[in-house]
Nanobody, 123 residues
Framework: QVQLVESGGGLVQTGGSLRLSCAVSGFTFSTYVMGWFRQAPGKEREFVAAISRSGGSTYYADSVKGRFTISRDNAKNTVNLQMNSLKPEDTAVYYC????????????????WGQGAQVTVSS
């Protein structure tokens, strides 16, 4: 059974930091590209970041570049998203996702999804 379980969300003030983690089971983690997406209230889900199978390549949305860092631990089957200098516009439900094909910002390329973790940034 495939499971992606996000943790680490919460409430933080503007300028603060949070670290999201996604624990994966049910498939061979090291053979999948991993990504993070987010959905703000009233908006469509959007790409945040992605990381290659080895962790050697990363890709970020312009809106988070320089503030967020994606990483993975293939020994622990986890992918993380370190979020610094948070802004109110970062408020959203954050989802991790798995993609067996290529590093991508397209949601349709991702086969498996977590349930999401709420991140709220207060002004």
């Amino acid at each position: 059974q495939v499971q992606l379980v996000e943790s680490g969300g919460g409430l933080v003030q503007t300028g603060g930091s949070l670290r999201l983690s996604c624990a994966v089971s049910g498939f061979t983690f090291s053979t999948y590209v991993m990504g993070w997406f987010r959905q703000a209230p009233g908006k469509e889900r959007e790409f945040v970041a992605a990381i290659s199978r080895s962790g050697g390549s990363t890709y970020y949305a312009d809106s988070v570049k320089g503030r967020f860092t994606i990483s993975r631990d293939n020994a622990k089957n986890t992918v993380n998203l370190q979020m610094n200098s948070l802004k109110p516009e970062d408020t959203a439900v954050y989802y991790c996702a798995a993609n067996s094909m290529r590093i991508s910002a397209r949601q349709s390329d991702y086969e498996y999804w977590g349930q999401g973790a709420q991140v709220t940034v207060s002004s």
